[in-house]
């Protein structure tokens, strides 16, 4: 099993890329919106999230209050 998370913009395209060995952890799908977050200075953007585990965690919808 690989885990793929990837963030991309119709300005610049790829925004971000992680791959994991094994599936994604909570901690790691955090981690990956934090520097989507830092790379975008704070503003507000869009994440399309399917039902997987991680994304509905509790430390992951922090993220989004």
């Known amino acids: 099993?690989?885990?793929?998370?990837s963030a991309i913009s119709a300005e610049?395209?790829?925004?971000?890329f992680m791959l994991h060995p094994r599936a994604s952890?909570?901690?790691?799908?955090?981690?990956?919106?934090?520097?989507?977050?830092?790379?975008h200075g704070g503003q507000p953007?869009?994440?399309f999230?399917?039902?997987l585990t991680v994304h509905?965690?509790?430390e992951s919808k922090q993220l989004f209050e």
């Open 25 to 39: 952890k909570t901690e790691q799908f955090v981690n990956f919106v934090k520097e989507l977050s830092v790379k």
């Open 1 to 5: 099993t690989m885990a793929m998370g």
């Open 45 to 47: 953007f869009s994440l």
């Open 56 to 58: 509905k965690a509790k």
């Open 49 to 51: 999230l399917d039902n």
């Open 12 to 16: 610049s395209g790829l925004e971000g």
